[in-house]
């Protein structure tokens, strides 16, 4: 566990807008299960705050004066069944490390386990901080990712960890996912299951005809990928910058 404190009280931000400086106090880097829980404990009787990626806005995801956890050191993969597709990882894991690491454990299988949605514009979000978010992906005909966790294992305000699911402790567990950190320190999230898919990408170009009458700066065409990780395939990290790009005439 590494605590960084500055003489003056240093200011942290989220990574989007940047319109949300909040002066903090202290941020403790946490790597473990033990080191989690010994930064709760220590910082019982004042204003403590989780964060990952820092990609939440609206004010919320920072208190002032208040002690702020970094989890993303804390990014090991627990267990991986590759005959169920269930899979356990430590809160602070982003998206893209894990993807990574289903692709390297999965190397030279037909069949290969994937998660089930494609991440929004940005990439590099944690899974705690998504838990905590109850986030939703580009499959827009799917549920936001509480429809995705089977469960996970929280540290309480004294430092005790609990497991929460449907069955267990299903009352916390509601609260939880969502509760942006407020009702404890999410250490490790399991899936409901991963998804059986192949990897694959699709390219669809469109000729918008309206675009010739712009002038030569305009797009003569639309490249957009089509359906990705709605029906959950697995996408290396390359193909998240993917987006809308535009081809001008000739190209």
Not at 61 to 83: E, K
Not at 219 to 232: F, T, Y
Request: aromatic letters at 6%; a positive charge; glycine letters at 12%.
């Amino acid at each position: 566990m590494t605590v960084v404190r500055q003489a003056e009280l240093m200011i942290v931000n989220d990574v989007h807008s940047r319109l949300n400086a909040t002066r903090a106090d202290q941020v403790v880097t946490v790597d473990s299960l033990t080191a989690l829980c010994r930064a709760v404990t220590d910082a019982r009787g004042s204003h403590l705050t989780v964060a990952g990626g820092r990609h939440a806005m609206g004010g919320q995801q920072f208190g002032s004066g208040s002690t702020v956890l970094d989890t993303r050191p804390m990014a090991r993969v627990l267990g991986f069944d590759q005959r169920q597709g269930h899979i356990e990882v430590e809160a602070g894991i982003q998206w893209p490390e894990l993807v990574d690491y289903l692709l390297a454990a999965q190397q030279g299988r037909v069949s290969q386990w994937g998660i089930a949605q494609k991440q929004t514009g940005a990439n590099f979000f944690t899974v705690g901080g998504s838990v905590s978010a109850n986030c939703h992906g580009r499959g827009l005909t799917m549920a936001p990712i509480v429809h995705d966790v089977e469960s996970l294992r929280l540290v309480r305000s004294d430092g005790s960890v609990v497991t929460c699911s449907r069955q267990q402790n299903p009352e916390l567990f509601g609260l939880v996912v969502g509760g942006y950190g407020l009702f404890g320190a999410v250490y490790s999230v399991t899936p409901r299951r991963l998804i059986a898919l192949p990897s694959s990408r699709r390219v669809s170009i469109l000729i918008t005809a309206g675009c010739l009458n712009h002038g030569p700066t305009q797009p003569a065409a639309v490249i957009c990928p089509g359906r990705m990780g709605v029906l959950g395939r697995v996408f290396p990290r390359s193909s998240d910058a993917l987006g809308w790009v535009r081809v001008p005439l000739g190209a």
